[in-house]
């Protein structure tokens, strides 16, 4: 979703930095510091299901180099000695507006990276385009109808193109 050259600027950006391992993120989260550290980041899970973590308000779009993802959202962490640990982790995301039936692919990535996690998303986000008037909700409390022309929201996710 969003503006085209948002898509086409991410190709010629650096994308979100991979954490493959425990030893990846230790290294990096080494040399964050604390202030940025204490605000959630981007993130995307890409489609090898590798963490990517960019500085927050960057476009989940240029974390992910342009490229489809398994899951996007934001991530807050805090140190512990010897790495770090996951505070918050949502799957909010207006670029991918992703299902919150993604978590396993984070759940996963997170474990790959040696990161202590929450057992589910600590916020979920609903996400699905007024077939009306092509408006982005964010759906509320289970009630589907548009913010913007008060048309019923399909049930199922209407974000992307079929897979
Ligand atoms: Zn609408």
Same mark, same amino acid.
């Given at each position: %979703?969003?503006?085209?050259?948002?898509?086409?600027?991410?190709?010629?950006?650096?994308?979100?930095r991979p %954490?493959r391992?425990?030893?990846?993120?230790?290294? +990096?989260v080494?040399?964050?510091?604390?202030?940025?550290?204490?605000?959630?980041?981007?993130?995307?899970?890409?489609?090898d299901?590798?963490?990517?973590?960019?500085?927050?308000?960057?476009?989940?779009?240029?974390?992910?180099?342009?490229?489809?993802?398994?899951?996007?959202?934001?991530?807050?962490?805090?140190?512990?000695?010897?790495?770090?640990?996951? $505070?918050?982790v949502?799957?909010?995301?207006?670029?991918?507006? /992703?299902?919150?039936?993604? +978590? /396993?692919?984070?759940?996963?990535?997170?474990?790959?990276?040696?990161?202590?996690? /929450?057992g589910?998303?600590?916020?979920?986000? $609903?996400?699905?385009?007024?077939?009306?008037?092509?408006?982005?909700?964010?759906?509320?409390e289970?009630?589907f109808?548009?913010? %913007?022309?008060?048309d019923?929201?399909?049930?199922? +996710?209407n974000l992307?193109?079929?897979?």
């Amino acid at each position: %979703m969003g503006p085209p050259e948002i898509a086409a600027a991410a190709t010629d950006q650096s994308t979100g930095r991979p %954490m493959r391992s425990t030893t990846d993120f230790r290294a +990096w989260v080494d040399r964050v510091d604390p202030r940025e550290l204490a605000e959630p980041f981007t993130y995307v899970v890409d489609v090898d299901g590798v963490l990517r973590l960019a500085p927050r308000h960057s476009e989940h779009v240029a974390c992910a180099g342009g490229g489809p993802v398994l899951a996007a959202g934001e991530v807050t962490f805090v140190r512990r000695t010897g790495g770090a640990a996951v $505070v918050e982790v949502t799957n909010q995301s207006t670029g991918y507006c /992703p299902e919150p039936s993604c +978590w /396993p692919a984070v759940a996963e990535a997170l474990d790959r990276a040696g990161l202590d996690r /929450p057992g589910g998303f600590t916020a979920e986000f $609903v996400f699905r385009c007024c077939p009306r008037c092509a408006e982005l909700n964010v759906v509320k409390e289970a009630v589907f109808v548009c913010a %913007m022309c008060g048309d019923d929201l399909p049930a199922s +996710w209407n974000l992307g193109a079929p897979a």
